[in-house]
């Protein structure tokens, strides 16, 4: 699926079997196949314990070179929690409630950091047009990125 269809609102394609026939309505014989894309983004609040944080607030530059949130990760893996421990510093902004879950369902606080973590991301296709409902899922840390290498080169 092409990048065009996330900005305009195209999350993915329904599918079913060649066997079996069409049925009106919700019918578990269908599967919802979203388009994803794999993108850098930067760290801004953490939830849990900043040392060992369970989800992680990312953003990344529009634009104008604002920095606008993409989402609340899923849950991190242990080892992840453990690698993205030991860069996160607290801004000492009070913490911010955030929702949890597509179409305001749950909230937790996160704590504002410091935007010098950037890890690597699932995310919807259409988090270029910073319109993903899904949380994104943090594959690895990439230490080797800061928030500049995040702009569009000039």
Known sequence: MQPEVSAVGIEGCLIKRLDQP???????????VRHTVVVDAVVIGATGSPST???????????????RRIGLSQ???PALRAQAG???ALTGEPPVRVSTGQFG????????????????VEVEGSVHAFTN???PTVHRLRSD???ADLYPAP
Do not use: Q
């Open 22 to 32: 069409y049925r009106v309505g919700r019918n578990g014989d269908w599967i919802k």
């Open 53 to 67: 944080p369970v989800e992680l607030l990312l953003a990344r530059p529009d634009a104008t070179g604002e920095l």
């Open 145 to 147: 990125l800061t928030l």
């Open 133 to 135: 409902r899904l949380r």
């Open 105 to 120: 369902r749950g909230e937790t606080e996160y704590k504002p950091v410091h935007p010098t973590l950037v890890v690597e």
């Open 75 to 77: 849950p991190l893996s």
């Open 86 to 88: 030991p860069h996160l």
